[in-house]
């Protein structure tokens, strides 16, 4: 559980200082956290760039690989920050629970407010995650931030918020490994998946196409999503790639 952590005032990305630290120094023993208060060049999933002004959070954990991950890495950091984003959340606001969109990212009151990339290389993994604590960037429509999700006056302390990022983090990973199995992190996140029961179209990656429309009816055991044929209820498809909407 032990992790020694790195801190840039501004970087282009913490996923290129984890790239080339894994490569040089990194040892067994310990984990790694690399967080910038800014970044200029962050990178999204789908080779998008994620925009990164001050007052967020982003970090990039680097962990020793344990293959048993592969099918459910993304998944187990999304469902960590959900869990960490919980501890915020006062019970008379449940309403706006965090809920992750298939594959990976994560909406508060239906707007984005944290991504999650994983990059595997040989026997570590970069897990890269950004949570707009403070700021949701003007630049990207429908995004929103927690400190504004909550109505709060005060900013939400980054640190602190990392700080229980690795706590829920590390847990989830201890647990894959302890037991073998990640179902019980797939029990998790289906319970928080969105528009679970609901019509979806699937996208491709770039939002051109409707590739395939049906009833969206959770997770297959590889983090797959299972779609239900709207003609047919019999039928059901396991669906590995694109992008899930209304
Ligand atoms: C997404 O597109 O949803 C994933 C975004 C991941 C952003 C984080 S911020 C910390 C880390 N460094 C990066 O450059 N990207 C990830």
Redesign the pocket.
């Known amino acids: 559980n032990q992790i020694e952590c790195f801190h840039f005032n501004l970087i ?5 200082i984890a790239k080339f630290w894994k490569k040089v120094y990194v040892t067994e023993k310990i984990s790694y956290a690399f967080l ?1 208060d800014q ?1 200029f ?6 080779n ?1 760039v ?1 925009i ?1 002004p001050k007052g967020n ?4 954990f680097l962990v020793k690989y344990d293959p048993l991950l592969s099918y459910c890495l993304p998944q187990l950091s999304a469902i960590s920050v959900i869990e960490t984003l919980d501890l915020y959340i006062p019970q008379e606001k449940k309403q706006i629970s965090p809920v992750l969109k298939w594959i ?2 994560i909406f508060m009151n239906e707007k ?1 407010i ?4 994983c990059k595997v290389e040989d026997e570590h993994v970069s897990i ?3 949570v707009n604590l403070n700021h949701s960037p003007v630049e990207i429509a429908g995004s929103t931030c927690l400190k504004s999700e909550l109505s709060q006056q005060n900013d939400i302390d980054i640190f602190e918020f990392i700080q229980h990022l690795w706590t829920k983090l590390s847990n989830n990973l201890q647990k894959v490994s302890q037991q073998n199995s990640f179902q019980a992190i797939l029990d998790k996140v289906q319970e928080r998946m969105m528009y679970l029961n609901q019509k979806v179209k699937i996208y491709d990656l770039t939002l051109t196409n409707v590739l395939q429309e049906g009833i969206f009816k959770g997770l297959s055991e590889y983090g797959n999503a299972w779609l239900q044929s709207l003609s047919d209820p019999q039928e059901i498809e396991a669906i590995y790639e694109g992008r899930m909407r209304q």
């Open positions: 282009d990305s913490t996923m290129n910038a970044q060049k962050g990178q999204g999933q789908h998008n994620w990164s959070c982003y970090v990039t990976n990212d984005k944290s991504g999650v990339l890269g995650i950004g």
